[in-house]
């Protein structure tokens, strides 16, 4: 058992290391999206989405403007959409890609040495 969660806990930290930390910040609305006017007061906060997949899933929730998004997969396309002090939720924003980086580059200047 020690062992399994051993090598679960190495995982874990080989993927964490791997991810890169993104800083995703936006704009409140200033209108519903009937076109009546949205004061700052009435908006509780925000659900930031993945729209990688087929169905959008909710990532997290923050009460700012702003929020930070660890990434552990190649790319996460983000969407932001604003919660008012109701529950209701409004249409989601432009999305972003929030990637880990591009794969290492090619090594250079091979050799091979003949040792017997």
Same mark, same amino acid.
């Given at each position: 058992?020690?062992?399994?969660? $051993?090598?679960?806990? +190495?995982?874990?930290?080989?993927?964490?290391?791997? +991810? +890169?930390?993104?800083?995703?910040?936006?704009?409140?609305?200033?209108?519903? !999206?009937?076109?009546?006017?949205?004061?700052?007061?009435?908006? +509780?906060?925000?659900?930031?989405?993945?729209?990688?997949?087929?169905?959008?899933?909710?990532?997290?929730? $923050?009460?700012?403007?702003?929020? $930070?998004? !660890?990434?552990?997969?190649?790319?996460?396309?983000?969407?932001?959409?604003?919660?008012?002090?109701?529950?209701?939720?409004?249409?989601?924003?432009? $999305?972003?890609?929030?990637?880990?980086?591009?794969?290492?580059?090619?090594?250079?200047?091979?050799?091979?040495?003949? !040792?017997?």
């Amino acid at each position: 058992m020690k062992k399994y969660l $051993s090598m679960i806990l +190495a995982a874990l930290l080989a993927l964490i290391a791997q +991810a +890169a930390v993104w800083e995703v910040s936006w704009d409140a609305p200033s209108e519903r !999206t009937d076109g009546t006017p949205l004061a700052a007061g009435e908006i +509780a906060g925000y659900w930031l989405y993945d729209l990688s997949g087929d169905v959008p899933q909710r990532l997290m929730y $923050s009460e700012a403007m702003t929020a $930070s998004v !660890t990434v552990t997969v190649a790319n996460v396309t983000a969407s932001v959409a604003a919660v008012d002090v109701w529950g209701e939720e409004g249409e989601m924003s432009e $999305s972003v890609v929030l990637n880990r980086g591009a794969a290492p580059g090619r090594p250079v200047q091979i050799k091979a040495k003949r !040792t017997k």
